[in-house]
């Protein structure tokens, strides 16, 4: 499996549609708990293939930030 069909699956989850749909009526936040490794970026990624608006993500501090700039690269 490539990254290109893995993120596939992430946007073709019904749990994304989920997502994008409580993010669709603002104001809007959502917290995703329960997430392993770098399946956050992959989510992010898959949301914003989905959607057309503007996403702010907030990092715990600025290493936390880098890992999640380095998994969207």
Do not use: C, K
């Not at 990254?3 to 749909?21: A, H, K, V, Y």
């Not at 936040?29 to 993500?57: K, N, Q």
């Amino acid at each position: 499996m490539d990254l290109q069909q893995l993120l596939e699956l992430f946007r073709d989850n019904p749990r994304t549609g989920q997502l994008i749909s409580t993010l669709s009526s603002p104001p809007s936040r959502v917290w995703l708990r329960g997430t392993i490794g770098s399946s956050v970026p992959f989510i992010a990624a898959a949301a914003f293939m989905r959607s057309e608006f503007t996403h702010l993500f907030i990092m715990n501090d600025a290493e936390d930030a880098q890992y999640f700039q380095n998994d969207l690269q």
